[in-house]
Structures are given as structure tokens and as C-alpha cells.
């Protein structure tokens, strides 16, 4: 009987060890993305040209939707994700948390494509007159720089207002009930509450912010996959350059994920940046002043240096720049 019982028993360990394997294999194969509802990852995902340029590398993409930049990179940092876009402040507030993380790429400026709101019918005219006021924004998302500027420019210091922090949907919400005296909010929001609401815009992002979207990874994957990654920014930037010849095309297709009427996201189409860009060393160096900038505010706990956080790509993908 030992014999038996032996033989079942190699059988069972190598069952396992086959499943475990094949697991294992499954996850080394698969490219995890975090999207947002709005965006270029959007419309790559819709286009479905990415999955099959890396099933002939044996590769399967995975999609999953957040809400938010913040809490996209939280994904990123806990493992969940594999890669992302965000805008600027985002991998600021995630490298300061610990998050292994590269940045990859980034898309042209959009300046237009943020702003500081206010009710059609208020009194304040200036980003000086927020002094002492409420200001609701989604702390650690890109228009938190945004304000950060704004009151610089304007004479202010940072804790010369009151901040409220809520996600979009919640700070709408505010804004409306009158709750708080401005909103600091991006497209397609920004869009959206000036067209529904009558909002007026107190300060956009012109002349103060690039408002950079950014295609990060965490390292280990990156660092494991530069052809996925390559293959990954190369598609990226057909569909840019497919989104900024096609803005019509674009809001047909995005308008039912937003629910937002046609006019509306077309304005925020629009006001996009569309491509993959490598970063520069001006890229490089704005972001840096973001970092100083937020530790100086005591924002982070700490320094942090974003030189060292740059993902460096195979020639191919330099080359095509």
C-alpha cells in the first residue's frame, strides 16, 4: 500500500506545484492598467490595438478603473497595478508615501484643462479676494499644485485659506449648496460645472502650471518588461496622435462613458494634451519644483528626488521619439 500511497502523493505535489507554476506564469503575463473614466487610456482601451500587439509577446492586459489619481497610484503602490496615468501631483504625493515607482512618459501641457471655479453669482473677483475663504479640491490630485501656484501669484500664502478636501463628485456637491466659496476642479468637470452651473473660472492653469499628465509604472515591472513597457508607450502615442486629428471622433466615444452631453466634452477634448512624450530635463525639473514645493509646505513628509525615479527606455523607443 505504501507504494500507492506514495505514488498519489508525488502525484498530488506535482499537481500542485504545476498549478502553482501555471499561476505564476499568469501573472508574469499579465500587464495590469489603471485607468481613469477620462483619457487617452480610455480611448486605448476602446481601440483594443494594445492587446494585440502583446498577445504576440504572450501577454494579456487587464483593465481596472479608479476615480481618481490618488487613488490610482495607491494601487500602484500596493501591487493591484501595474501602470497608470495621472497628473502632476499624484506620483509626487505617492513617491513621498513609498511607492516604487518609474515615470515613463508624459503628455503635452494642458494648462487650460484646470482650474479654480466659483458660483456664477459670487463676489470674488481675484484669487486674492480667497483669503480666509473655503476652497474644496481632491488633495494630492493635480490641481492641488494648481492652488499651491495660484495663491503664490496672487500674494497668498497656502495657509491663508481654508482647505476642504473631497473627492470630485462631493465637492460638486459642496460647491453647489453653496458650502464653499470656490472649487479648484479638471476637465472633465471643470467643463462640465461651467457649462451646468454658470461657473466662472477665477484662474486656470495658463502661465503658472504645464498640468502634465503622467504614465508611470512601478519599478519592478518596468524595470522586468521594457518591451511591454515600449510596446505600451508606442500605442499610447498613436492614440494621441489619432485623438488630437480627431476631436469629433473622440467626444462621440467618450461622452456616453462620461455621461456628460456631446458639447460639453468636447470643450474638454479640446483642452487635452494628447501623446507620449519622454521626459526632459525641463519635464524633469518642473516636476522636481512640485516636490520641493509640497515638502516646503510641510504636504510631504520628506525630500524627494525625481531624477532618480526616471524610467530609462530601450534605444527603439528613444529613437522614436
Known amino acids: ?9 508525488l502525484v498530488a505535489l506535482f499537481a500542485a506545484a504545476v498549478t502553482f ?7 508574469a503575463e499579465t500587464l495590469r492598467i489603471g485607468y481613469q473614466k477620462y483619457g487617452t487610456l480610455v480611448l486605448l482601451k476602446a481601440k483594443g490595438t494594445l492587446e494585440k500587439r502583446l498577445a504576440a509577446q504572450g501577454v494579456d492586459v487587464q483593465w481596472t478603473e479608479f476615480p481618481g489619481g490618488p487613488q490610482l497610484l495607491e494601487g500602484l503602490n500596493v501591487g493591484s497595478i501595474d501602470f497608470g496615468v495621472t497628473g502632476e501631483t499624484p506620483p509626487v504625493f505617492a513617491q513621498a508615501a513609498g511607492a516604487d515607482l518609474l515615470y515613463v512618459a508624459y503628455e503635452p501641457p494642458a494648462p487650460h484643462s ?3 471655479l466659483v ?5 470674488i473677483k481675484s484669487v486674492a479676494e480667497l483669503k480666509d475663504k473655503k476652497v474644496v479640491l481632491n488633495k494630492g490630485s493635480n490641481v492641488h499644485y494648481l492652488l499651491v501656484r495660484a ?25 453647489e449648496r453653496g458650502s464653499v466659496d470656490a472649487w479648484v476642479i479638471w476637465d472633465p468637470y471643470q467643463a462640465a460645472a461651467e457649462q451646468q452651473l454658470q461657473a466662472r473660472t ?14 508611470l509604472a512601478t519599478k519592478p515591472y518596468a524595470q522586468k518588461n521594457p518591451e511591454v513597457i515600449k510596446t505600451l508607450v508606442e500605442e499610447v502615442r498613436a492614440v494621441g496622435e489619432w485623438s488630437r486629428a480627431n476631436p469629433q471622433e473622440v467626444t462621440e466615444q467618450v461622452s456616453p462613458l462620461l455621461g456628460l452631453p456631446a458639447d460639453i466634452t468636447l470643450t474638454a477634448v479640446k483642452r487635452q494634451g494628447y501623446g507620449a512624450l519622454l521626459l526632459t ?3 524633469v525639473a518642473a516636476q522636481q519644483k512640485i516636490a520641493d514645493s509640497f515638502y516646503q509646505l510641510k504636504l510631504i513628509p520628506k525630500p524627494l528626488s525625481i531624477k532618480d525615479v526616471i524610467w530609462t527606455p530601450p534605444a527603439a523607443v528613444a529613437k522614436a521619439q
Open 1 to 9: 500500500m505504501r507504494p500507492v500511497i506514495l505514488r498519489r502523493g
Open 21 to 27: 507554476g501555471a499561476i505564476t506564469q499568469a501573472q
Open 114 to 116: 484646470e482650474a479654480i
Open 119 to 123: 458660483p456664477k453669482d459670487s463676489p
Open 151 to 175: 495663491l503664490e501669484d496672487a500674494g497668498l500664502k497656502y495657509t491663508d485659506i481654508q482647505t476642504v478636501f473631497l473627492p470630485p463628485a462631493d465637492a460638486r456637491a459642496a460647491f
Open 202 to 215: 477665477l484662474r486656470d492653469g495658463q502661465g503658472i502650471v504645464d498640468n502634465h499628465q503622467f504614465y
Open 281 to 283: 530635463p525641463e519635464v
